[in-house]
């Protein structure tokens, strides 16, 4: 065990609440050091007697923290994500308030970057279509070729730490690597695109790992899954609000673009039936950035963010 997991929080035992599913060795990890309060399904758990003592908030990107629910809480002081987003916080209310905002950026990049192209690989392949088949009794009729990654285009939607680990990864299987950014990354060694829709124009598979929020909400919508094309791919690792659902599913029914595979989800968990139906479609459990190794590092990082605010130094990971 290391330091920041061993060393006690300064001042008792101080309240923290916790209002997201968290694993067991970070519960552990806090319940030693602190008055943990935790509500793994959310805020509608939440008592009203856990929130007046309440000195620090873990939540995530996606369930967030809304300046409202910082009102409630007259002792909070720290709020922090456990991961690298924090779009729902409330960032501006929290200074504000005087409440500091950390996350937990890079720990599970390698993770995600990973899972990216697992999912892009078993699209680009068909592999878990045709194993059902396989194990239906197919054989001959499910041997038709598929797309390979070697000389294809890849577009990457945002290349932070974690699309470049994408964007990395994929330039290994001698795809031709295309980017959009907000502005462009000239040492990045990769092609920039002006806009989504240009990248979906020269992309055969379009991966999507920009931020969520509201600034990137459908960002990719019908237009740019038109211009994926019926031959394009996209595989979606960021954050569900990104992509249009119900242009996905027109676009997947249709054949107006080839498949997708998706790691998130607009109102996950609960899923539009319409889009599970679907076997040009493959889905996981928003479950892109978890294993053991990075589990581990987001909990170093918020331990030893907790010290550090308990303990009143800089902190490890503010929010910029």
């Known amino acids: 065990m290391t330091e920041s997991r061993r060393a006690a929080f300064p001042a008792g035992r101080p309240r923290v609440l916790a209002i997201i599913p968290l694993p067991e060795v970070t519960v552990a990890a806090l319940g030693e050091r602190c008055d943990l309060v935790y509500r793994p399904s959310g805020w509608q758990a939440v008592q009203s007697e856990d929130l007046a003592e309440t000195r620090a908030v873990v939540t995530n990107g996606t369930t967030g923290l809304s300046s409202d629910r910082m009102a409630m809480m007259p002792a909070l002081g720290l ?101 959009h950014t907000p502005s462009p990354k000239p040492d990045c060694g990769f092609t920039y695109a002006a806009s989504p829709l240009a990248l979906a124009e020269r992309s055969r598979f379009l991966i999507v790992a920009c931020p969520g929020g509201a600034a990137t909400r459908h960002l990719v919508d019908s237009k740019v899954l038109d211009a994926l094309g019926p031959d394009g791919f996209l595989v979606n690792i960021a954050r569900g609000g990104i992509v249009d659902t119900q242009a996905l599913i027109a676009a997947l029914s249709s054949g107006r673009i080839a498949g997708a595979a998706l790691d998130v989800f607009e109102g996950e968990p609960n899923l539009p039936p319409a889009l599970l139906a679907l076997d040009n479609l493959i889905c996981t459990p928003h479950m892109a950035g978890r294993s053991p190794e990075a589990e581990s590092a987001q909990t170093e990082i918020l331990l030893a963010n907790l010290q550090a605010f308990f303990a009143k130094r800089p902190l490890v990971n503010p929010v910029p």
Do not use: C, Q
């Open 79 to 179: 709020v922090s994500a456990f991961g690298a987003g924090y779009e729902n916080i409330d960032v501006g209310a929290a200074r504000a308030r005087e409440v500091a905002v950390t996350h937990a950026p890079a720990a599970n990049d390698d993770t995600v970057g990973d899972h990216a192209l697992a999912l892009l690989l078993s699209l680009a392949r068909d592999i878990p279509r045709r194993d059902r088949a396989m194990r239906a009794g197919g054989w001959a009729d499910i041997r038709s070729p598929r797309p390979t990654l070697s000389g294809a285009a890849v577009g990457v939607l945002g290349l932070g730490h974690i699309g470049g680990k994408i964007a990395r990864r994929a330039a290994a299987f001698g795809s031709h690597i295309f980017y």
